[in-house]
């Protein structure tokens, strides 16, 4: 078996839980944790794949995540 070098992950929560829907004249990839780009849920922003981040990269992505979310989560103001 040969190890890939890169793997996809959502841009969103960093999951590599990564499903492939071919449903469309264009398939896309989405992300079975989040939920992230799936067109049956309506998303905005939709993007058709996913990016690929190298095994080496992988930690420094997941972290660029973590900040990105906690920056959106500081704008939320939704009390109760
Ligand atoms: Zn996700």
């Given at each position: 078996m040969i190890k890939p070098k890169s793997i996809k992950l959502c841009?969103?929560?960093?999951?590599?839980?990564i499903g492939f829907d071919s449903g469309g004249s264009s398939p896309w990839d989405y992300c079975k944790?989040?939920?992230?780009?799936n067109l049956r849920e309506?998303?905005?922003?939709?993007?058709s794949q996913f990016p690929e981040v190298k095994i080496s990269q992988v930690k420094k992505f997941l972290e660029m995540i973590k900040t990105k979310n906690k920056k959106s989560n500081s704008n939320r103001d939704d009390k109760g």
């Open positions: 841009p969103k929560c960093g999951s590599a839980n944790e989040c939920n992230f780009n309506g998303q905005k922003g939709f993007i």
